[in-house]
């Protein structure tokens, strides 16, 4: 409570509510909280029990099976859609949204309570609700915790008591009333009898125990039965009213059954009769039927409330998803003669229901009408009231052949390929689990998959990751997928792991009948069904035979007929390339001149388009659903877009699960959900979208995706609930009855997944690294990555996921971020999706704006802007305070722990309150905090919201609790020892000049090897794939933590991204899905008492984290913080290469521009602007003048912050040179050189690498060894490392080295067959190491890195290379000769080539480029290829070589498209569009003349647009003329075990 007028302004930070706590009955310390709700009685008593359900308190509340009972709500986040109208009433008079005329409930305990609620329907808060019913509430509690102690104990008497502990006398406080003592089905049943649709027939009498409203609804208003409702207590037998019946109806109830006698002597008379009437049970009404038919009940330990609760049919094996709420259940064994359980529970055993084998008695233990719940079993009244009626209710068996296991012994499966915008590594952890669960089957799989980075292409396999039995890195085309099959002769194929480019192929070879002819099955989904959602036409034409329907739509084969479909919608439309990944080809048009752009761009990668509603402003929703060949049917997890609809979900913010729906909304979409896949017939998971109108219940689907996705791979780490694994298991034939929780070990993968915490995906996007491409968001995704956060408030997971997806971000800030533009209105930046809005949406709040005039702006629900209104209060809170002391002055740990539930982070706190520097005022704050006793807690993720238990290492942490799930560990955390010179940042100080180095941190002499591996080791993962990192950091970190679990020791995990394999939970030994923040990683690390921490194999985010841990004295494994420092400042290491005499380009420190333009006019232009601590180039620029030079050392220096920015000579003509190694105590174990192709001045990552390196001279590999020994041994390097080099002739010199795994490591581990990051591993941990033996003259085949790049989505993105990275991928394949692997990796990256006689486009810069490609220029046109050149290319070419070239004129802009009228050339515009032009040669020289830039890009552009292959590196394309002359395009297929030479 706010204590006088000076702390007003903490309001934001103190919890609302007065103080209340639950007092449970089994003597255990009062668990603390706030209340909500009514305050009335001091003390109310009930029985302590828990329900599952995400959605559904109106309904659970109003539930008289709760009669007397204080209700857990296990999900987290309550009140968010408020509470909606009481008054509001059907055609019976019933209230439209409740179970029954009042509260049920004796109290309400959840963890978090929406003060602001948001939906169309609400009326009042679920507090005010609460006042006006009298019934308490208390948050604040950590509910799974609370869950947990019911789940072992059973269920517990308690008292909810509300106000100042002192105020009320312990008697009270502490005396329990039992209301199961009472009879409460007296106190919920009617005391009149009600006649409801008194026209209808047939006759049902309803014996109302507690009977919910929906029940009425279902006979009433669906079966048009004539029900009359009577007393618990009405004597059948007697009949006084002379009610008429053809069938008994008993309904469900609260408390024990045997305290109903009445009721059962009804019911006995009832099962005498002949002939017999139907009687139908439910809940309370199968233990009733059970008692008058002589059996037993007993109260369950903490009963059955929830959603999810599987049961099994035991006359058909299916299995349903049922909601319940009882505490007692009926004996199966005691059932008496002609009676037979009829459904059991999937996951206890328990009963679920009871049949008589000879009369239409029967009753089920669960919830068929549900509300809330499914309506998985709606079916069992049709059954009823068909007794009812005398209509024969045949048993409907399932189809026998479901049962039939596929006998596949062999199955190929096909990859992705490699990663690009929309398809991502997500598939390669889908593809890993695939894998797993075949060879768990005893299958033998065929991969084929060009992408060299990924997990799934290991080769390395042991009993807990099995790999695949042969892997081929071939691209990924029919033909080539057909000579696998021609050579594997496999039984079966997967298509549906790889994403689009997989699903393309299957669908292409099953339509050419190449599947069907060599006898191959596909697994899964079959392809009719999956054509079903991939053309429109028929996706439309399915949905409307079952009554549902898509945005209004039309297809389209030609631009004509778009403008067509257009008029018939009206504009805006939006414009979609069918069969195409992530919205590729999509965008929005508003008139005719955009939707002709747009037709024409999408038609470049589809023969197909859609012309659709637009329905920006709707919300967005998607169910991962899952479907097995015997029609089990489950969802796994539903999830909300932030953005309206408008935003490719790839691009949106998304929240899982979703926040705004109430229990109609939910499960009329799952409903939906279910009938739609059944329907179109998949078998396996799949992903459905849907459109809702945000103001009604009106909905449309948008999409179905009938294979995995990446909402899949978000799901899967979002619930626990492993869908690929699960999915190939289906395609096999087995039933979801059959296969584990592979969380819990014991119960079904049959089952729906509770969440008890909160899960936010953000995407991550490097729209910054390409000039002229707009940030705006559409249809089409561009981001690529993302992060996913957990916690258990909104705030918390999104202030959580800004750190994760920008490592520089301490939080959710607007003002702060400086990721808001000055110069552009508010308005603007939030009126239109952008990367940065979310930013400006915060900055509007943080300034007042207040959340509807947010909404009116941007559509977002008012429910999440209130969360972020939330955020910017409490930051005004702290800011306007600006005093740490002053801050926790009063109600200290109130305040900090107010903060760090709503996630902010240490470092924001102490840059509120103005702590500098403020790397020592984060570390005060971490001691206030500590100090006041608040610390995160640890939770798992166990897939059943702690309903049962589970042995599960999958973990994250929160605030929001105060009882960890796990243990912490044995040991105290170990404290590196440190020394002044430890941070000397003078590299050519004495004691680094001359210093006598000693092992490596990790081989302390004081504790013994078993100790080591008990501590366990820390393996910090690569956090969001960006461009610069990707799934190459996480083949590292998985690499790393495989060969720790080898050698004995225990693995932790700390990553953040659900794309990867390294957060799978059976990776490690325990996977922390959390920041990789120093504050998190130190909480982890303090928490775990682990032997050290490896920074060094996930990237540039661990490494740069490496100073800062050592500093607050965590140990670090491997190469040393302080020389990982000497490595990366860009100053010391240039400075330790002079001092050790190795050649380098010149350089100089940019303390000035002054400085830097001095120094590059003294060593000319151009210059390479270098800032430190980067990844892929990050802000590196070649300066061709004074004027580009000071811009660049602007961008760098906003890069770098206070790191140092280097500028030196660029050199031009060089060839680059990769060194990757692995070192122990700065020797060298093992090395691999690999070889550019393109010459420097190319990014690494976007080079073509070639291994073994084939054209270097003998002097320049000497020299490139003796530089790298000597800067092992300098900065004694332990772990593994990098030096790029480049040489020009025999003269080397250094450009930079990486004291960390590099994006080249799994290319060099895979080509020469041997793992460098297990041996690096091992030396970072100490042990004996033995380098490999690699002979280079052993290997006889060359491997050739190709980059995948994702321009045809970056619209507007110059598709040149630089020194700043660009490619978002990479593929490698494998060949006799250099040429040969260059030209299949070209095809992998998904390169087109032209067909014979087809046109070639030329435009070469200058004339020593042309020279150079003259010979590759004279074999084109002997090759038959039509030759056509911009005018200077032309000319020379036929002056000089008589090639007879067309010569077309350079645009002057996009729309230069006529002919020059002086020569009537045609313009390479109009070339480009309309004519045969199969591949686009455009060599420039990076120079600044205008018309260069401006032609050149506008050629390159419009290549990428219209779907032409383009090479803009002279290198490259000679060696792509070469390959091409030699037939090279043509090959055999060899799998890397045939290249490594083993038994195959």
């Known amino acids: 409570?706010?204590?006088?007028?000076?702390?007003?302004?903490?309001?934001?930070?103190?919890?609302?509510?007065?103080?209340?706590?639950?007092?449970?009955?089994?003597?255990?310390?009062?668990?603390?909280?706030?209340?909500?709700?009514?305050?009335?009685?001091?003390?109310?008593?009930?029985?302590?029990?828990?329900?599952?359900?995400?959605?559904?308190?109106p309904e659970a509340l109003t539930d008289p099976s709760y009669r007397g009972q204080i209700l857990v709500l296990t999900f987290p986040l309550v009140g968010n859609y408020g509470v909606p109208c009481s008054n509001e009433t059907d055609e019976n008079g019933l209230p439209t949204f409740f179970e029954s005329g009042e509260i049920h409930i004796a109290g309400l305990v959840v963890s978090s309570y929406s003060w602001e609620h948001s939906?169309?329907?609400?009326?009042?808060?679920?507090?005010?609700?609460?006042?006006?019913?009298?019934?308490?509430?208390?948050?604040?509690?950590?509910?799974?915790?609370?869950?947990?102690?019911?789940?072992?104990?059973?269920?517990?008497?308690?008292?909810?008591?509300?106000?100042?502990?002192?105020?009320?006398?312990?008697?009270?406080?502490?005396?329990?009333?039992?209301?199961?003592?009472?009879?409460?089905?007296?106190?919920?049943?009617?005391?009149?009898?009600?006649?409801?649709?008194?026209?209808?027939?047939?006759?049902?009498?309803?014996?109302?125990?507690?009977?919910?409203?929906?029940?009425?609804?279902?006979?009433?208003?669906?079966?048009?039965?004539?029900?009359?409702?009577?007393?618990?207590?009405?004597?059948?037998?007697?009949?006084?009213?002379?009610?008429?019946?053809?069938?008994?109806?008993?309904?469900?109830?609260?408390?024990?059954?045997?305290?109903?006698?009445?009721?059962?002597?009804?019911?006995?008379?009832?099962?005498?009769?002949?002939?017999?009437?139907?009687?139908?049970?439910?809940?309370?009404?199968?233990?009733?039927?059970?008692?008058?038919?002589?059996?037993?009940?007993?109260?369950?330990?903490?009963?059955?409330?929830?959603?999810?609760?599987?049961?099994?049919?035991?006359?058909?094996?299916?299995?349903?998803?049922?909601?319940?709420?009882?505490?007692?259940a009926v004996d199966s064994n005691s059932l008496p003669p002609m009676w037979k359980p009829l459904f059991i529970n999937a996951n206890d055993l328990t009963n679920e229901g009871i049949v008589h084998t000879d009369k239409p008695f029967f009753s089920v233990q669960f919830h068929p009408e549900a509300s809330g719940g499914p309506l998985d079993t709606a079916f069992l009244f049709d059954k009823f009231v068909g007794h009812v009626r005398k209509i024969s209710q045949p048993l409907v068996l399932q189809d026998g052949l479901a049962y039939q296991r596929q006998t596949v012994k062999k199955v190929l499966l096909v990859g992705s390929g490699g990663l690009s915008i929309g398809q991502a590594g997500e598939f390669d952890y889908s593809g890993s689990q695939c894998i797993k669960a075949l060879k768990e089957e005893g299958i033998e799989v065929v991969l084929i998959n060009p992408n060299i980075a990924t997990v799934q292409t290991s080769t390395e396999k042991n009993e807990v990751t099995p790999g695949a039995d042969k892997v081929y890195f071939l691209p990924i085309r029919p033909h080539v997928v057909m000579d696998i099959i021609a050579k594997e002769k496999p039984d079966g194929i997967i298509v549906s792991m790889g994403g689009q480019t997989a699903l393309n192929v299957g669908v292409e070879l099953w339509k050419s009948g190449l599947l069907q002819k060599a006898g191959v099955k596909v697994l899964g989904t079959q392809i009719d069904a999956i054509e079903a959602t991939e053309d429109r036409e028929i996706f439309s034409q399915k949905l409307q035979e079952i009554g549902e329907s898509i945005a209004l739509s039309y297809s389209a084969n030609n631009v004509e007929e778009a403008l067509e479909a257009a008029k018939k919608i009206g504009y805006p439309v939006l414009v979609r390339a069918a069969f195409a990944l992530g919205g590729l080809g999509s965008g929005f048009a508003e008139n005719d001149a955009e939707l002709k752009d747009l037709a024409s761009k999408a038609f470049a990668v589809s023969s197909q388009i859609l012309i659709d509603q637009d329905l920006r402003g709707w919300k967005e929703l998607e169910y991962e659903v899952v479907r097995d060949s015997s029609d089990n049917c489950i969802t796994v997890c539903n999830m909300e877009n932030f953005d309206p609809l408008g935003v490719h979900t790839g691009d949106s913010i998304v929240v899982a699960p979703s926040q705004t729906l109430t229990n109609r909304e939910f499960f009329m979409l799952r409903k939906t959900a279910l009938k739609v896949v059944r329907h179109l017939g998949i078998v396996g998971e799949c992903n459905i979208q849907y459109a809702l109108n945000p103001k009604s219940e009106k909905y449309c689907i948008i999409e179905v995706n009938a294979r995995l996705s990446r909402s899949s791979a978000l799901a899967s780490k979002a619930t626990g609930y492993p869908l690929a694994y699960v999915a190939t298991k289906l395609a096999l034939g087995r039933d979801l009855v059959s296969i584990r929780n592979s969380i819990t070990k014991t119960t079904t993968a049959c089952f729906e997944p509770s969440l008890d915490y909160c899960v936010l995906k953000m995407p991550r996007w490097d729209l910054k690294k390409f000039n002229r491409v707009s940030n705006k968001l559409g249809s089409s995704m561009l981001s690529v990555g993302e992060v996913m956060s957990i916690g258990r408030s909104f705030e918390e997971v999104i202030q959580k996921a800004c750190r994760m997806v920008n490592p520089s971000l301490d939080g959710l800030e607007g003002i702060d971020s400086n990721l808001t533009d000055d110069e552009i209105p508010l308005e603007e930046q939030i009126a239109v999706p952008t990367d940065t809005r979310l930013f400006a949406v915060q900055r509007a709040l943080e300034e007042g704006w207040g959340v509807d005039k947010v909404y009116e702006h941007t559509k977002i629900d008012k429910w999440f802007l209130s969360k972020l209104e939330n955020i910017a209060r409490m930051r005004k809170a702290c800011k306007d305070c600006g005093d740490v002391e002053k801050l926790f002055a009063q109600n200290g740990t109130d305040r900090m722990r107010s903060l760090k539930i709503a996630g902010f982070s240490d470092q924001q706190i102490a840059r509120y309150t103005n702590l500098t520097p403020l790397k020592d005022g984060t570390a005060r704050v971490r001691s206030i905090r500590k100090s006041l006793g608040v610390t995160p807690c640890v939770k798992q993720i166990d897939t059943l919201a702690a309903e049962f238990p589970a042995e599960t290492n999958y973990l994250y942490m929160t605030y929001s609790g105060n009882e960890d799930d796990v243990s912490e560990g044995l040991h105290d955390p170990i404290v590196s020892e440190t020394d002044d010179d430890t941070w000397s940042t003078t590299p050519a100080s004495k004691s680094f000049k001359n210093r006598i180095r000693s092992a490596s941190l990790a081989t302390s002499k004081s504790e013994s090897l078993a100790d080591k591996q008990e501590r366990g080791v820390m393996v910090l993962g690569c956090g969001a794939y960006c461009i610069g990192s990707s799934v190459e950091f996480d083949w590292c970190a998985v690499s790393a933590i495989r060969q720790l679990r080898k050698d004995g020791f225990k693995s932790i995990i700390v990553n953040y991204n659900p794309e990867t394999v390294s957060t799978d939970y059976d990776?490690?030994?325990?996977?922390?899905?959390?920041?990789?923040s120093l504050e998190r990683v130190l909480d982890i690390y303090e928490r775990e008492g682990a032997g050290g921490i490896v920074v060094s194999v996930g990237g540039q985010i661990p490494n740069n984290l490496a100073g800062s841990l050592v500093s607050s004295g965590a140990k670090i494994l491997g190469t040393s913080a302080r020389d990982i420092e000497r490595a990366e400042d860009r100053q010391q290491f240039s400075d330790m290469l002079d001092d050790m005499g190795l050649k380098q380009p010149a350089w100089s420190v940019a303390r000035s521009m002054e400085e830097a333009v001095k120094f590059s006019r003294d060593v000319g232009f151009p210059v390479l602007v270098r800032p430190s601590f980067v990844l892929s180039g990050a802000a590196m620029r070649v300066a061709s003048d004074e004027a580009q030079l000071k811009n660049f050392l602007g961008l760098a220096a906003d890069v770098a912050a206070d790191r140092p920015v280097v500028v030196t000579k660029f050199i031009l003509g060089a060839k680059e040179i990769e060194f990757d190694a692995v070192a122990n105590n700065g020797k060298i174990l093992n090395y691999a050189i690999g070889e550019h192709l393109e010459n420097a001045g190319v990014h690494s990552g976007d080079a073509t690498v070639i291994l073994p390196a084939q054209k270097l001279y003998v002097e320049t590999i000497r020299q490139i060894k003796k530089y790298a020994v000597a800067i092992s041994k300098a900065l004694n390097i332990t772990g593994p490392f990098n030096i790029q080099f480049m040489a020009t002739g025999n003269d080397v010199q250094v450009i930079e080295c990486n004291l960390r795994a590099s994006r080249t490591f799994p290319f060099v581990s895979k080509t020469f067959h041997k793992n460098f990051i297990s041996l690096a591993t091992r030396a970072m941990c100490g042990l004996h190491v033995v380098p490999y033996n690699i002979n280079l003259l052993d290997i006889d085949y060359v491997c050739v890195k190709a980059p995948m790049f994702s321009f045809t989505r970056l619209r507007g993105a110059d598709p040149t290379l630089g020194v700043e990275m660009a490619s978002t991928g990479e593929v490698a394949c494998f060949g006799d000769d250099a040429q040969r692997a260059f030209l299949q990796a070209m095809l992998a990256t998904g390169f087109k080539l032209p067909r014979a006689g087809s046109t070639v486009l030329l435009s070469i810069v200058n004339d020593n480029f042309r020279r150079e490609f003259a010979e590759s220029a004279t074999t084109l046109r002997k090759m038959g290829y039509k030759l056509s050149a911009t005018p200077g290319t032309a000319r020379w070419y036929n002056e000089n070589y008589k090639l007879d070239m067309k010569m077309v004129t350079k645009p002057v802009n996009a729309d230069d498209e006529g002919d020059d009228p002086a020569t009537g050339a045609p313009s390479a515009l109009s070339e480009l569009k309309e004519s045969d032009v199969e591949l686009v040669i455009n060599i420039s020289e990076g120079t600044t003349r205008k018309d260069e830039i401006s032609s050149g890009y506008i050629i390159r552009r419009t290549t990428v647009d219209y779907g032409i292959s383009l090479v803009t590196n002279v290198k490259c394309a000679i060696w792509l003329v070469k390959s091409m002359e030699r037939g090279y395009d043509t090959f055999k297929a060899k799998s890397i075990a045939e290249f490594y030479h083993l038994d195959v």
């Open 1 to 57: 409570m706010i204590a006088n007028g000076e702390t007003n302004g903490f309001a934001a930070l103190e919890s609302r509510g007065e103080f209340a706590q639950l007092v449970l009955s089994d003597d255990s310390p009062p668990i603390t909280g706030r209340s909500f709700g009514s305050s009335a009685r001091p003390v109310t008593s009930g029985e302590v029990v828990f329900n599952t359900g995400m959605v559904g308190y």
């Open 119 to 328: 939906h169309w329907a609400a009326r009042q808060s679920l507090s005010e609700w609460l006042v006006e019913k009298q019934v308490p509430g208390m948050y604040g509690v950590d509910t799974r915790a609370l869950t947990k102690k019911i789940r072992e104990v059973g269920a517990l008497l308690g008292n909810i008591v509300v106000g100042p502990p002192d105020s009320i006398p312990e008697s009270e406080i502490t005396t329990f009333t039992d209301p199961n003592a009472r009879n409460l089905v007296a106190e919920v049943s009617t005391k009149s009898i009600t006649v409801y649709g008194s026209s209808n027939t047939p006759s049902v009498i309803a014996y109302d125990c507690g009977m919910k409203y929906n029940i009425i609804r279902c006979l009433v208003d669906v079966h048009k039965v004539k029900l009359t409702v009577v007393p618990f207590d009405y004597d059948l037998e007697q009949n006084p009213s002379n009610i008429e019946w053809e069938g008994l109806f008993l309904s469900n109830g609260p408390g024990d059954p045997t305290m109903c006698p009445q009721t059962i002597k009804s019911i006995q008379y009832a099962l005498k009769l002949d002939p017999p009437r139907p009687i139908f049970g439910i809940c309370l009404g199968n233990q009733l039927l059970s008692l008058a038919a002589g059996a037993k009940t007993y109260k369950l330990k903490y009963g059955n409330r929830g959603m999810n609760q599987p049961c099994i049919d035991l006359r058909t094996g299916r299995c349903y998803i049922t909601p319940q709420n009882h505490g007692f």
């Open 1067 to 1076: 990776e490690s030994d325990r996977l922390y899905f959390e920041e990789l």
